[in-house]
């Protein structure tokens, strides 16, 4: 997976907190964005998570740039409707020598790891012969398996970006989704660590769980630490 923030709303927790206090302030927006100290954009953040008052960060936007995914991460992806996505098309590009992802329990085990490249490059070897025969790629690709490799587009605002993180950084998310969460999280933290400081699954920013018996436990051991 290779995945970089290729683009995102400059001073993007200033601009959240300038939108709130906007709401409560007879000054316009410049003049707040220039007079806020960084401590009281911090309180103010701080004051809109606590109150649960998370409309401003639909305000800045984060997007990125992700390759070496397979259509089953993306197929997951896209449920997620407050955002903007452009994927690769296997319409318009060729799908000759495909590269595919390789779940990590199947490469853990031998002999499943065999059955599995060796049906992935006869789909390969088939979508060629389509290919060969005159059939176009529109129609050749509904041979091609979920774990073709993609590249997609996502921008996501902030608000949205908590709501993923809350669903996907979850232990219970399959795991290639789950990765793709915990380094689009690391992403965020890196330029807006104050907007995205109490981000993660709802065991870490709800302390709840909404799994029931299908936890896996972290909930509890974060209980026994307070």
Not at 150 to 175: D, G, P, Y
Request: glycine letters at 6%.
């Amino acid at each position: 997976m290779k995945l970089k923030l290729i683009q995102y709303t400059p001073e993007p927790e200033r601009t959240v907190a300038m939108s709130a206090r906007l709401c409560y302030s007879a000054s316009g927006a410049e003049e707040l964005a220039q007079t806020m100290s960084d401590t009281q954009v911090s309180t103010l953040l701080d004051k809109l998570f606590g109150m649960g008052h998370l409309s401003t960060f639909e305000h800045v936007n984060f997007t990125f740039a992700i390759e070496g995914i397979s259509r089953v991460l993306t197929h997951q992806l896209v449920r997620h409707r407050i955002a903007s996505y452009s994927q690769q098309s296997q319409r318009y590009v060729s799908e000759h020598g495909f590269e595919y992802i390789l779940p990590p329990a199947i490469a853990g085990h031998p002999e499943a790891k065999v059955k599995y490249d060796r049906l992935l490059h006869q789909i390969q070897q088939t979508y060629d012969e389509l290919v060969s025969l005159g059939i176009h790629q529109e129609d050749a690709r509904y041979v091609l398996a979920n774990a073709t490799e993609t590249k997609i587009v996502v921008t996501m605002n902030a608000r949205s970006l908590l709501h993923f993180f809350e669903k996907r950084c979850c232990q219970r998310a399959q795991w290639e989704i789950r990765n793709l969460a915990n380094v689009m999280l690391a992403e965020v933290r890196s330029v807006a660590p104050r907007l995205f400081a109490k981000a993660g699954p709802t065991c870490v920013t709800g302390g709840y769980c909404p799994e029931g018996a299908l936890s896996c436990g972290r909930l509890a051991g974060i209980k026994s630490q307070k």
